[in-house]
């Protein structure tokens, strides 16, 4: 759960957070629980619900990351050095663009791509139709690559 957390909301100390609160919401909810079969799809949505309390508390206090850009007067750096550059940039630039795509695609993009889940497990744990996850999936994917595009233009 922590790892899904993270994933979502980018930052450990929020994915704890969210985590303490879904286990603390899910005890608290545990006597309504209808199916105990679907317990994980039940838990995933408490999380999923979670993170995006803690997202809208974070739009109220606005973080701001900074990333030390190195010494310039250091000289040319060898072409390792500038592939890793190049690396971490790309990845600063994933980061940021994955950050402004709405909590349910990020949350469909994680479940899938990181957690590896069947559309099927996806789907039980938002209560949607399969269907509905596929195309909400292929929905994700295309708002995280025009986010990704608008990146590489600033």
Known sequence: ???????????????????????????????????????????????????????????????????????EQAGPADDRSGRFEQATADADAFDRAFARLPIEERALLVLRHRDELPIAEIAARLEIPAGTAKSRLFHARRALERTLAREDRQ
């Not at 629980?33 to 999380?47: H, Y």
């Open 1 to 71: 759960m922590v790892r899904t957390a993270r994933a979502i909301l980018g930052h450990d100390a929020d994915a704890q957070d969210a985590v303490q609160e879904a286990f603390v919401a899910a005890w608290r909810r545990l006597p309504g629980l209808r199916d105990p079969e679907r317990f994980d799809a039940w838990l995933g949505r408490i999380l999923l619900n979670a993170c995006r309390m803690t997202l809208r508390r974070r739009r109220v206090i606005r973080e701001i990351r900074m990333v030390d850009a190195g010494d």
